[in-house]
């Protein structure tokens, strides 16, 4: 069984492959351009953005402040729904990475907005699905643990050595 930890952590070393594999494909030697938005606001791109820093630093990538330095620039931007997302200014990106909710509906409004990504810096759009229930996952990745209490733990593995 696994923790929603380890869950979290394989997923992180999942999409971190992705962009070690983007980062090979690449011909030239400039660092690899990541642009991290979401469709709307507070949808956790931040939390993934830092923990996706973390699992590319414990690998030994270089992610830096100094743009001359990096192996990968990954930039956040505001929601793309949102009146300070920077359409005109944005730097350009090999890929974007966009966070979508569970919660979110699906509408003609979020389809015209990646279309409008799109034709205004084309560059392949990858969609991150976040906050999904545990129930959902469960149906993909195999039992997620849950919080038992003493007893039930104790009453299980009664039953288990029986």
Known sequence: MKSINEVRDRV???????????????????PLRIHLTSLVPKVGKSTLQEAWLQDLGQRGITVSE????????????PALNSPEFPAQDLLPADHHV??????TIWDEAAHNTLKRLEALHPAPIHLVLN??????LEEYIGEIPKQRTWLRRTFKKYLSRS
């Open 66 to 77: 100094e743009l001359a330095a990096a192996e990968v620039i990954l930039f956040e931007t």
């Open 131 to 136: 906050g999904c229930p545990m129930e959902g």
């Open 98 to 103: 966009v966070v979508i909710s569970a919660k």
């Open 12 to 30: 992180l070393s999942g999409f971190t492959q992705t962009l070690l594999g983007w980062q090979q494909k690449k011909a030239t030697a400039s």
